[in-house]
């Protein structure tokens, strides 16, 4: 059961209002941000950290991402109701909550073992369900493909095909790409061969690891 406080809503819109003066517009995204419960992921001393715009450990040298980048990802997502979305690295599952929370269905993979045994089953608990995956987010999921929306949360040095070819024409990649610092890169997939590609400044990410680096 999740303890959710007035002092907790209160520093969620605190949050939301910062975000606003940050540049997030989309009113579906700060709805979502302040719907979601990010306090979940901290210890009760850090509840304060956990509505600042600040990055923060999660186990696995895994970091939860701030919220200006989650809210900035989503945005660029233009998500649409029901639509069928593929994350690439679930994480804790801050930006996993965020996407149910926006109403499309989705799917999510992680490669660290630690985080997906505790997030697949940690969220369902709090009652955010989506189809959760440990394997390689290199590979993708062929077999739930195409995809409306493709959401990678750590920077990638190079765009994998394989999720280029999962993405369906007319739907939108976000990726960080990049090694010690990412660009913002937004995918438009025109047709099965052409995409359009637009960038939108430095962010930084943990890196999605190489495919040869993948196992548990």
């Known amino acids: 059961m999740v303890t959710d406080t007035y002092r907790h809503k209160g520093l969620r819109k605190k949050l939301v209002d910062l975000l606003k003066e940050k540049g997030i517009k989309s009113e579906e995204v700060l709805k979502a941000i302040g719907n979601v419960p990010r306090h979940v992921f901290f ?13 923060f450990p999660i186990g696995a040298g895994q970091t939860i991402s701030r919220p200006h980048t989650v809210a900035f990802q989503t945005e660029l997502l233009n998500l649409k109701r029901d639509e069928k979305v593929l994350e690439i690295g679930t994480g804790c599952g801050y930006q996993t909550m965020v996407l149910i929370e926006m ?20 969220l369902p ?16 999921l062929p077999i739930f493909a195409p995809f409306d929306k493709i959401i990678i949360t750590a920077g990638a040095p190079t765009i994998p095909n394989d999720l280029l070819a999962q993405l369906k024409v007319g739907g939108l990649m976000v990726i960080p790409i990049g090694d010690k610092v990412q660009i913002m890169t937004l ?25 040869k680096e993948w196992g548990e």
């Open 125 to 140: 608990s709090l009652g955010y369900n989506a189809k959760f995956i440990y394997g390689d987010g290199y590979k993708g």
């Open 187 to 211: 995918l438009e997939k025109k047709s099965p061969k052409h995409f359009e590609k637009t960038e939108f400044g430095e962010f930084k990410f943990v890196p999605l690891l190489e495919r």
């Open 103 to 122: 109403g499309v269905k989705v799917f999510t993979i992680e490669r660290q073992k630690e985080l997906y045994d505790r997030t697949h089953k940690y």
């Open 43 to 55: 210890e009760a001393a850090f509840v304060e950290k956990a509505y600042q715009d600040i990055a």
